[in-house]
């Protein structure tokens, strides 16, 4: 057993306490990874705040990035020191799901109460979405990372993890954007600017970004978006379709976890459009639509789950966009926060004004 440091969750709604845990060496398939950055994604507040329930004391955060400093015996593609993406997609590789090419939705279940960290005691301590990287260093199955070239950031790369999978994978994957056609996206934060740019990289003919705030509008304007609706507007969905000309959208995509957006989204649909569900909202809360209307017009509503990302395919083939030129990282960091500044990290991300807070480990 090693003692590192991590951010542990104690109590659902209160600040996370940096404290000594114990972490085991990796068996079987399973690679240690030391991470040298990680995100705060507002999945991970949310399991802090107890809106999906879980497991406590736990350790979160699972959009990272890192070297590998050990693999287990049966571990396969990796090497010590080889830079790689950190991601919570634990996939077994052989269940339905995962056999069908959704490795995303695999079946097999896990039990991260009994991973590899413990408490300094010995006690039970949870590996939070299969990960627990608000950490100095994780051991995840091999087939949860992506082996990167070097001269990539890990302060950049990290984003790969979560937030850049999920939104361009919402357009290309799971929506199957195609050229010329109509994309509106709802919430202009970290998820929602990389469905904006995925949605620009499809060759989407109006990519309209819908937000509160006319600074997160502005923002998705260099992301590729044609223009910019705010959501306080009385009927923000008639001044997308005039954006569009004329047209409606033939997928929305509604990257926040609020219940208005989805009450709101089918208005923005054309015929045989889709709403694609990215953003979460707490459980328990519920949206509402009618559904004769999707009925007579032909229209759907999609999930779209780390969008339905396949890692081992994109996220090389974004690192290659990423190096091109042609998929925007370094402007996603908002700012970078040292490990004993994650609750201020936090803080900074629920008030809405970042894009992405980085905590940076040395």
Partial sequence: MQTIKAAICHAFGQPLTVEDIQIRAPQGSEVEVTIDAVAVCQSDISYAEGAWGGTLPAVYGHEAAGRVTATGPSAKGFSVGDPVVVTLIRSCQSCPTCASGHPVNCTTRYDSTKGPIHTLGGGTLDQ????????????????????????IAPDVACLLGCGVITGVGAVVNTAGLRPGQVAVVIGAGGVGLNAVQGAHLAGAAHVIA??????????????????GILATAETPWKAARKASGGRGADA???????????????????PRGKVIVVGMPHSGETARYEPVVMAALGQGV?????????????????VELYQQGRLKLDELVSARWRLDQINEAIADTK?????RNVIVMR
Avoid: C, H, N
């Fill in 302 to 318: 999609q999930a779209s789950l780390m969008g339905d990302t396949v890692i081992s395919r994109d996220i090389p083939w974004m």
């Fill in 210 to 227: 819908v937000d509160m705030t006319q600074d997160k509008l502005d923002g998705a304007m260099a992301f590729g978006a044609t223009a």
């Fill in 351 to 355: 008030s809405g004004a970042a894009r």
């Fill in 252 to 270: 929305v995509f509604v990257t926040v976890g609020q219940v208005a957006a989805y009450d709101t989204a089918p208005r923005y649909l054309a």
């Fill in 128 to 151: 939070g979405l299969a990960t627990g990287a608000f950490a100095e260093k994780v051991v995840v199955e091999a087939a949860q990372l992506v082996k990167l070239p070097d001269g």
